[in-house]
């Protein structure tokens, strides 16, 4: 059975079943590229990125805002 035929019988079309058929090639090691592990495991720690930076500045703004508190004659209700 030729690839056109397979794409035809299943309803899909041409371009799909070459892509399904490079990602096997990549997940079985046949050819270099990402894998659908590499691909999920590389969102993950993007989004961990993301969450990081969020909380780096969070805690930057926070000391900067306590630093300035903590100025002599700013901030400070003591004589």
Known sequence: MTPAQM???F???DMTLSKWMRQAEVEDGEKPGMTRA???ENRELKKRI???EQENEVLRRAAAYLSQANLPGKGSTRS
């Open 38 to 40: 590499d691909s999920a």
């Open 50 to 52: 993301r969450l990081l």
């Open 11 to 13: 309803g899909i079309h």
């Open 7 to 9: 794409t035809k019988g």
